[in-house]
C-alpha cells in the first residue's frame, strides 16, 4: 500500500497548481482521501477530504472556494486543485488514506493509515 504525493512547487500569489496523490495496492475509491499541509513551525493540518465510496468532499473553511479535490477511479488519483495560492498557503502538503466518514474525524491527523511522503509547495513573488 502506497500513496504518492506530488506536483507541489514555487508559485506566484494568485498562482494555481494541481497536487496528485497516487496510490498504489488499493482502490482509492473505497477509502477516505486527506489532504493536509504543514508549514514551518505549526502542526499538520487538514484542508479537504474525499470521502469514501460516494466521494463527496470536504474543506476547511481557509480551502473553501479556492481548492478543489476530486478523484480519477481510471488512474486510481485524487487531485488537489489550488487556485488563487496565498503565500500562506505555503506549506508541505501531504495525502492520506483512512476509513473514517464522518467530517469531524476525517480532519484528525490520527484517522488516517497511510500517508503519502509530501510534496512542497511555496507561494511567494
Known amino acids: 500500500v502506497q500513496l504518492q504525493a506530488s506536483g507541489g512547487g514555487l508559485v506566484q500569489p494568485g498562482g494555481s497548481l494541481r497536487l496528485s496523490c497516487a496510490a498504489s495496492g488499493f482502490t482509492l475509491t473505497y477509502t477516505t482521501i486527506g489532504w493536509f499541509r504543514q508549514a514551518p513551525g505549526k502542526e499538520r493540518e487538514w484542508i479537504a477530504g474525499l470521502r469514501r465510496n460516494d466521494g463527496r468532499p470536504y474543506y476547511t473553511d481557509s480551502a473553501k472556494g479556492r481548492f478543489t479535490i476530486s478523484r480519477d477511479t481510471a488512474k486510481n488519483t485524487v487531485y488537489l486543485q489550488m487556485n488563487g495560492l496565498k503565500p500562506e498557503d505555503t506549506a508541505v502538503y501531504y495525502c492520506?488514506?483512512?476509513?473514517?466518514?464522518?467530517?469531524?474525524?476525517?480532519?484528525?491527523?490520527?484517522?488516517?493509515?497511510?500517508w503519502g511522503q509530501g510534496t512542497e509547495v511555496t507561494v511567494s513573488s
Open positions: 492520506a488514506s483512512g476509513e473514517r466518514t464522518i467530517l469531524s474525524s476525517m480532519r484528525m491527523v490520527s484517522e488516517y493509515d497511510f
